[in-house]
């Protein structure tokens, strides 16, 4: 069975801190792939990042950071230097094989960034 | 990325109606879903919509209450039927993109139904 566990809650920081929002999943499958998705206010929810589960490099895009280890099965999201448009709740998935449309979503977490 | 458009983005509606929620998407997505979003909750897979065809629908999830039609590739829409407050959510459209070898789900913003 296919699971994704955020068991972080809600979480505040103050502005500029660096903040890390876990992630842990359980499947069974050898190919998947994790998500991460951030639900702002207005409630769309905005893509972050794909990672598939042959490829466990560690990725960096501006002050956002994903460290993938499948020893742990974790997926976990770092902000660096928190602003307050980073408030939002933060969704990590897990999807199966290539088909990409079985989705499984953790129960987010909440961030607010207090300026 | 993908576009996804949602109508109507809110509604306020009596118990007892129901509500048509329509999306359209660019043509660059392949399968599209409905998802739902109680308050304060995760995301909940209603059904998968097929083009042409009934929607797969997920446990939990009916035809009679939430019917889904697909009628081409580009725009399905969601019926909340027969409402009570217990439908007050957010429903969202989804849709997934194949970029190279993967495919990513891109996500509409979202209709948010209050039953009273």
């Given amino acids: 069975a296919q699971k994704v566990t955020q068991a972080q809650t809600e979480i505040s920081v103050v502005e500029k801190e660096d903040v890390t929002l876990d992630c842990v999943y359980e499947t069974r499958d050898t190919t998947y792939y994790l998500f991460w998705y951030k639900q702002p206010p207005s409630g769309e929810l905005v893509f972050l990042i794909r990672r598939n589960s042959f490829d466990e490099q560690n990725e960096i895009s501006g002050r956002y950071s994903w460290n993938f280890q499948k020893s742990t099965s974790s997926f976990n999201f770092t902000i660096t230097a928190s602003q307050v448009v980073d408030s939002a709740v933060y969704f990590c998935a897990l999807s199966r094989g290539n088909t990409g449309n079985q989705f499984y979503f953790g129960t987010g977490t909440s961030l607010t960034v207090i300026p | ?116």
């Fill in chain 2, 1 to 116: 990325s993908a576009v996804i458009s949602q109508k109507p983005s809110r509604d306020i509606c009596q118990r007892g109606t129901s509500l048509t929620i329509q999306c359209q998407v660019d043509s660059q997505v392949t399968m599209m879903f409905w998802y739902r979003q109680q308050p304060g909750q995760s995301l909940t897979l209603i059904a998968t919509a097929n083009q042409g065809s009934e929607a797969t629908y997920e446990s939990g999830f009916v035809i009679d209450k939430f019917p889904i039609s697909r009628p081409n590739l580009t725009f399905s829409t969601l019926t909340v039927s027969n409402m009570s407050p217990e439908d007050s959510s957010i429903y969202l459209c989804s849709g997934t993109k194949r970029e190279g070898p993967q495919e990513t789900q891109y996500f509409g913003p979202g209709t948010r139904l209050l039953v009273l």
